[in-house]
């Protein structure tokens, strides 16, 4: 054992004391730091898979976002498609050269002929001979002024009037008239009064292209308040028919179905008339091609079961919007929207690595259940299977069509939230067992609101809910007259309807 020396002892001594006075006081007072920094850091590590999660949602709302404004990218669309539907190897039979020509008028259609003869050769002056007709025929218009000059009537129009002298007579001494006198004298006759008609709704027009195209093209000045009278004189008109399409509608969504579908529309506040709500909903027939189109309407509930009608033995084919869950007995859900929500997703650019693998596994099974689906459908209203047939696919498919719905650890909150509302809804995914007629998708309401939306974009909306109101007549008849009979003249069509009186 080492005896230490009194100097030695006397100098540990004073770095023992330096230490538990100086020293041990600055360690402590670092490590309490470094302890309560070191809580704080561990606070905010804990929120950062939240914070994460929000930014990867932020991020994909932003490419929603960008998507509405400026459209998808559709090489990552494209490359999604041929990954679950590869095209088929079948090559698709040559038109014939004869197809893409006009066909030959026949000999009562035509209004002019034009021969062009030559009598010498431009090269040396001499008569030719062995002369040869050759015919061919030229699909014109005539020249605007003559278009504008012929097109454009107007009718002096005299009203004879005059008095009954019968004095036993219920009108005696009171003047009788041949027709109304109007109010004005210079009025719209008839067939301008369908024309403007034909512009706003067919061609989806704004007043001022109205304007302009019947001042260009027939050479007549109409102003937009003139317009808007006129396509509320022709809603009236229509009014017999509109009231048909919603009991046809009401029962044909008893018997067969209807597709309903909603999207925005600006309805203004003015006068005495208030807006009832900035949408627009449509009805459709499963079978027909007859719709309802309501201008001018919140997008409430309420709106939905007026536009359904009687609930009792309703059906509907719809999205899973809320205001459409209890609607109606028979219910089938579109299998389209969360197949391209699921696309999106799987297509999106802002997710990487697990959550990227996820989303594609997710898209793939979800489209090859409904890929079978549409097959099975289809099976069904051939009788290709028996009860037990049937059965048996319906418990194939509902089985993997859950294992759809099982989460993993790598769900970005948008597939969770997708995965949650099949869960919900699955029953309603295959009603189409039970009904067969009906679609899988609801893209018939969504073609048929597409018209809505290019009205939108041009007239951004009604300035008032008496011009939604109008607009409601006259979509629902025109569309329902044009889109049922395709290859009829509007004209003939929109007469039809104004002379409706009912059944």
């Not at 040559?94 to 090269?123: F, G, H, M, N, W």
Request: charged residues 35%.
């Amino acid at each position: 054992m080492i005896k230490l020396s009194e100097e030695e002892v006397r100098k540990r001594l004073r770095k023992l004391h330096n230490y538990e006075k100086i020293k041990h006081p600055q360690l402590k007072e670092r490590s309490d730091r470094l302890r309560e920094e070191n809580k704080v850091l561990k606070k905010e590590l804990a929120k950062v898979p939240k914070l994460e999660k929000q930014v990867e949602k932020l991020q994909l709302e932003l490419e929603e976002l960008r998507a509405m404004k400026f459209g998808r990218k559709r090489r990552n669309l494209k490359i999604m498609a041929k990954t679950v539907f590869p095209r088929s190897t079948k090559k698709s039979e040559k038109r014939a050269p004869e197809s893409y020509r006009r066909p030959i008028p026949a000999s009562d259609q035509v209004t002019d002929r034009l021969r062009l003869e030559v009598e010498l050769c431009v090269e040396c002056g001499d008569p030719l001979s062995d002369k040869k007709d050759h015919i061919h025929y030229r699909e014109d218009l005539k020249r605007a002024a003559e278009l504008v000059a012929e097109a454009k009537r107007i009718v002096e129009v005299t009203i004879e009037s005059g008095v009954c002298k019968n004095k036993s007579c219920s009108v005696y001494g009171k003047r009788e008239f041949a027709l109304a006198i109007p109010k004005h004298n210079v009025i719209l006759g008839e067939n301008l009064r369908q024309f403007v008609v034909y512009l706003t709704v067919m061609q989806g027009q704004s007043y001022t292209e109205v304007t302009q195209a019947l001042q260009h093209q027939y050479g007549i000045t109409i102003s937009e308040g003139q317009i808007a009278n006129i396509l509320e004189g022709e809603s009236r008109l229509l009014t017999p028919y509109y009231n048909f399409l919603v009991d046809h509608l009401e029962a044909e969504s008893k018997s067969v179905g209807a597709h309903y579908d909603e999207t925005t529309w600006k309805t203004q506040s003015r006068g005495d008339t208030v807006s009832e709500g900035n949408y627009c909903w449509i009805k459709i027939g499963v079978q027909s091609a007859h719709q309802l189109i309501w201008f001018g309407k919140s997008r409430g509930k309420g709106v939905a079961e007026a536009l359904r009608g009687d609930k009792e033995l309703s059906i509907g084919v719809s999205d899973d919007y809320g205001s459409y869950r209890h609607l109606f007995d028979h219910h089938q859900l579109c299998w389209a929207h969360p197949h391209r929500k699921l696309r999106d997703l799987a297509s999106s650019g802002n997710l990487k690595g697990q959550p990227k693998k996820v989303c594609e596994q997710a898209f793939k099974l979800f489209a090859e259940v409904y890929k079978k689906s549409r097959k099975a459908r289809e099976k069904i209203r051939r009788n290709d299977w028996s009860v037990e047939q049937r059965t048996k696919e319906k418990l194939k498919l509902e089985k993997r069509f859950e294992s759809l719905l099982i989460p993993t650890n790598h769900d970005p909150e948008k597939l969770k939230t997708i995965r949650e509302s099949l869960r919900k809804n699955k029953r309603k995914y295959f009603a189409f067992f039970l009904n067969p007629e009906l679609p899988l998708d609801n893209n018939k309401a969504e073609r048929a609101i597409r018209k809505v939306v290019l009205k939108r974009k041009k007239s951004f909306g009604c300035q008032s809910q008496k011009g939604a109101d109008v607009l409601s007549i006259l979509y629902s008849v025109v569309f329902s007259l044009s889109q049922e009979n395709p290859d009829q003249n509007f004209f003939v069509l929109y007469a039809i309807a104004a002379e409706f009186e009912g059944q």
